[in-house]
Structure formats: C-alpha cells, structure tokens
C-alpha cells in the first residue's frame, strides 16, 4: 500500500527557506519518476520540479536556481528544499511518484495526469 504524506510546509517571510519532505512508504522503486507540484486554489496545479530514475532533474523556470528536487535512497524519502522563497510560491505542496516498474526517464516535468500517486499536500505561505 503506496503513501504519500508531504511535511515541512509553513509560514515564512519572504528571502526564506523550507525543506519539504515527502516518505515514500509502501513504494520501493527508486529508479522511478518522481516530482512536486504545487496549485492555488483557483488555478491549476502546477509542475514545480521532477526527477527521473537516473537522478536527472527538471525544474520550472519559475523555481530554478532556488529550489532542488532531492531523493535520499537510503531512507526512501523524497525532499523539496526551497530558498529565497517569495509571495509568488506561496501554494499546497504535493509530491507526486509515476507508480511503474523499471528505471523511468524523462526529460522535462510531466503532466500532473501522467502521475499515479500523489500525497495530500502541504500548505507554503510566504509573506
């Protein structure tokens, strides 16, 4: 049985930082597609950063240089960390896994549709 339960969400000031974690209990292939989204309520949500089975990640443009996709293997936790946030990041957090076997690759972030199993999301305000 797959659960997702994303933690680490907050409030923080803006030019701050929060690590978002996200165990993958229950789900034990490392080498999959991996990735965190995000959505305000009224607007669709949103690919925010990927990571495919060989480690390669992907980020919108939005979120580059700030944020970083993470997989920690031996503890099958996956991590958002997110600096020098700003009013504009502030959403619910999901973490999302492709749910297949073998090693997944991608070369971009895939739609929210492409994803089997998400988690219940963790609440970002930054003011």
């Known amino acids: 049985h797959v659960q997702l339960v994303e933690s680490g969400g907050g409030s923080v000031q803006v030019g701050g930082s929060l690590r978002l974690s996200c165990p993958l209990s229950g789900y034990r292939n490392s080498r999959d597609c991996m990735g965190w989204f995000r959505q305000v309520i009224g607007k669709e949500r949103e690919g925010v950063a990927a990571?495919?089975?060989?480690?390669?990640?992907y980020y919108a443009d939005s979120v580059k240089g700030r944020f970083t996709i993470s997989l920690d293997t031996a503890k099958n936790v996956l991590y958002l960390e997110m600096n020098s946030l700003n009013s504009g990041d502030t959403a619910m957090y999901y973490c999302?896994?492709?749910?297949?076997?073998?090693?997944?690759?991608?070369?971009?972030?895939?739609?929210?549709?492409?994803?089997?199993?998400w988690g219940p999301g963790t609440q970002v305000t930054v003011s």
């Open positions: 990571i495919d089975g060989v480690l390669r990640t």
């Open positions: 999302a896994v492709r749910g297949r076997s073998g090693t997944c690759f991608v070369r971009e972030i895939q739609p929210t549709n492409w994803y089997n199993y």
